[in-house]
């Protein structure tokens, strides 16, 4: 069974940093693309940031520069590592492998 | 960047009777491989999204027939039968042709 399972949000200050993890089972992260989705509270769907099979990486104006997308193929994990967090980042960030499997999400909350 | 503009925004529906939604793209989603990378998604109160179609047409493992999806170039729809309590969430347009984009969303509940 396909399945990516999120991890790693919290509380964490303005200007912190805080590393996500995607652990996904019953596929190969390398053998698909992956993509970090967030959702702030009340608000649509957001797309972050994509790794394509080749390893090419790609991410939304609004994270460009500070957060970075990567895949550890021996855990067939993805992480999405940000950095200088802002309040506005607050949101549901979700793993997603091509456009079919979703995970439930882990909740980012930047609050001084 | 493509923009994906979902209408309606809300849409009260009659259960039993048929919704329908559309979304239109800034710019053709025919990707360079001859496929349309155009898919909607399910949010229900509380979850996570669940892919519903793909591919303008294709559902996804698991998804009811009375979920259809039509379309080409930049405009799409995503068409419901027979709406069933169960439907009641919010419904998302997302391409993927050019990196990824979502429409805003279309909020579907029951008179």
């Known amino acids: 069974e396909v399945q990516v399972v999120e991890s790693g949000g919290g509380l964490i200050q303005p200007g912190g940093s805080l590393r996500l993890s995607c652990a996904a089972s019953?596929?190969?992260?390398?053998?698909?693309?992956m993509s970090w989705v967030r959702q702030a509270p009340g608000k649509g769907l957001e797309w972050v940031s994509i790794?394509?099979?080749?390893?090419?990486?790609f991410y939304s104006d609004a994270v460009k520069g500070r957060f970075t997308i990567s895949r550890d193929n021996s855990k067939n994990t993805l992480f999405l590592q940000m950095n200088r967090l802002r309040t506005d980042d607050t949101a549901m960030y979700y793993c997603?492998?091509?456009?079919?499997?979703w995970g439930q999400g882990t909740l980012v909350t930047v609050s001084s | 960047d493509i923009v994906l503009t979902q209408t309606p925004l809300s849409s009260p529906v009659t259960l039993g009777q048929p919704a329908s939604i559309s979304c239109r793209s800034s710019?053709?989603?025919?990707?360079?491989?001859?496929?349309?990378?155009l898919s909607w998604l399910q949010q229900r109160p509380g979850q996570p999204p669940r892919l519903l179609i793909y591919?303008?047409?294709s559902r996804f493992s698991g998804v009811p027939d009375r979920f259809s999806g039509s379309g080409a170039g930049t405009d799409f729809t995503l068409k419901i039968s027979r709406v069933e309590s169960e439907d009641v969430g919010v419904y998302y347009c997302?391409?993927?042709?050019?990196?990824?984009?979502f429409g805003g969303g279309t909020k579907l509940e029951i008179k």
């Open positions: 997302m391409q993927a042709t050019h990196l990824l984009s």
């Open positions: 790794i394509f099979i080749g390893g090419s990486t």
């Open positions: 997603a492998r091509d456009t079919k499997d």
């Open positions: 591919k303008i047409s």
């Open positions: 019953g596929f190969a992260v390398n053998t698909n693309f």
């Open positions: 710019q053709s989603l025919v990707h360079s491989d001859g496929n349309t990378y």
